[in-house]
T-cell receptor, first 113, second 117 residues
Framework: GPKVLQIPSHQIIDMGQMVTLNCDPVSNHLYFYWYKQILGQQMEFLVN????????KSKLFKDQFSVERPDGSYFTLKIQPTALEDSAVYFCASSLVLGDTQYFGPGTRLLVL | GDSVTQTEGQVTVSESKSLIINCTYS????????LFWYVRYPGEGLQLLLK???AGQKGSSRGFEATYNKETTSFHLQKASVQESDSAVYYCALGEGYVGDNSKLIWGLGTSLVVNP
């Protein structure tokens, strides 16, 4: 089936530093999503994105978070500055249209020290 | 807010036996949300197993079935005869979002299925 890639698979970073998580969505998909899963907890929605804009975000999507997809390249999640509670696995997803099946990447495991 | 509750932890079943993983949902934002089962096989990413968008309907895939029951707000996953290759983590989810259905997914905790040969 369609593949979503995420780079890197693991990232260790010191608290206060900036991190960028990269997502390579399915090539013809137009809608993009980030989810966050803290160890032992449910995966939770962070944000969705279409046509260069955030459509919807949750309360977990703090001011330190930002997303973009410059010129149709990677869909990125940037955290600046990072905090200890940002340690989690971040999953990227994409869908062709809103409401369609979301295809997920394997996740990026972020550890903030 | 909306929530999904599913069988917690690990379920261990012997090969060729039947399986049921319970999933119930609660929603305040949408009367009849779309319901999903996703699966993560060892070493792989999350993938859609089945989805049902109409209350009362049944979805099926790879021998698994789930029926959307709006009376009991349930979407239990069942299989009559499991195989070792079904060992994976299964996630129940519902679709909601104010910009449109399924613009975000609400997830259960996941159930780890171990099938013994």
């Amino acid at each position: 089936g369609p593949k979503v890639l995420q780079i890197p698979s693991h990232q260790i970073i010191d608290m206060g530093q900036m991190v960028t998580l990269n997502c390579d969505p399915v090539s013809n998909h137009l809608y993009f999503y980030w989810y966050k899963q803290i160890l032992g907890q449910q995966m939770e929605f962070l944000v969705n994105f279409y046509n260069g804009k955030v459509m919807e975000k949750s309360k977990l999507f703090k001011d330190q978070f930002s997303v973009e997809r410059p010129d149709g390249s990677y869909f990125t999640l940037k955290i600046q500055p990072t905090a200890l509670e940002d340690s989690a696995v971040y999953f990227c997803a994409s869908s062709l249209v809103l409401g369609d099946t979301q295809y997920f990447g394997p996740g990026t495991r972020l550890l903030v020290l | 807010g909306d929530s999904v509750t599913q069988t917690e932890g690990q379920v261990t079943v012997s090969e060729s036996k039947s399986l049921i993983i319970n999933c119930t949902y609660s929603t305040t934002s949408i009367a009849y949300p779309n319901l999903f089962w996703y699966v993560r096989y060892p070493g792989e990413g999350l993938q859609l197993l089945l989805k049902v968008i109409t209350a009362g309907q049944k979805g099926s895939s790879r021998g698994f079935e789930a029926t959307y029951n709006k009376e009991t707000t349930s979407f239990h996953l069942q299989k009559a005869s499991v195989q070792e290759s079904d060992s994976a983590v299964y996630y129940c989810a519902l679709g909601e979002g104010y910009v449109g259905d399924n613009s975000k997914l609400i997830w259960g905790l996941g159930t780890s299925l171990v099938v013994n040969p």
